[in-house]
């Protein structure tokens, strides 16, 4: 059974606190995604990685940044935590080759829900 | 224009009742089609694959029309545990997936 989990299910921090998400997965999954979803907004791709040390900007990278050091961990950093972060932070992870359609799954963790005061 | 765009309901049906969803996209290359499916104060899990041909699993029916850029989810014979938002996810290619913003349905007894 594929397991994301994630390191606070809640997490309230004031403006400017540096914040650190942790996401860990134990599939040996090569991709990991950090998505924020808002109301309306649906799910939005913050960043993802493909291997160890690399990773990609998604939609809305601005105000975020990312390590992976180890395959399993993937963590979301706030440099400098803003009323306009507040949101559900959701990790997912999945295999690198998609192959036939159908085989494609985004395993996603419980979430996080900061708020930022 | 959204890059996907659902229909945020709610739809409010009672069981037994047969709803469907539509969501359009917008980039006429994309390459694969899911439907997820999110309980609330939960994380979306696979619901199922849309094939270009239809696929079909139990009560549920998902159909592609590439012509109209549009993907549908079909469910029969509602039950109370259908009860969730169900999202439209779009991958135009490589990495990228972008999930639309999800449907309500509610269930009633």
């Known amino acids: 059974d594929v397991k994301v989990t994630q390191s606070s299910r809640y997490l309230v921090k004031r403006t400017g606190e540096k914040v650190f998400l942790e996401c860990v997965q134990d599939m040996d999954h090569e991709n990991m995604f950090w998505y924020r979803q808002d109301p309306g907004l649906g799910l939005r791709l913050i960043y993802f990685?493909?291997?160890?040390?690399?990773?990609e900007k998604g939609d809305i990278p601005e105000g975020y940044s990312v390590s992976r050091e180890k395959k399993e961990r993937f963590s979301l950093i706030l440099e400098s935590a803003s009323t306009n972060q507040t949101s559900m932070y959701l990790c997912a992870s999945s295999l690198l080759h998609l192959g036939l359609a159908g085989v494609h799954e985004q395993y996603f963790g419980p979430g996080t829900r900061l708020t930022v005061t | 224009r959204k890059e996907v765009e659902q229909d945020p309901g709610p739809f409010n049906v009672p069981e037994g009742a047969t709803v469907a969803f539509n969501c359009t996209y917008s980039n006429s290359a994309s390459q694969s089609f899911f439907w997820y499916r999110q309980d609330c104060r939960k994380e979306p899990k696979l619901l199922m694959s849309?094939?270009?041909s239809g696929n079909e699993d139990g009560r549920f029916t998902a159909q592609l029309n590439r012509a109209s850029q549009y993907i549908s989810l079909l469910i029969r014979d509602s039950k109370l545990s259908d009860s969730a938002t169900y999202l439209c996810?779009?991958?135009?290619?490589?990495?990228?997936?972008?999930f639309g913003a999800g449907t309500r349905l509610f269930v009633k007894a």
């Open positions: 990685s493909y291997d160890v040390k690399m990773k």
């Open positions: 849309v094939y270009s």
């Open positions: 996810v779009v991958k135009p290619g490589g990495f990228k997936t972008i």
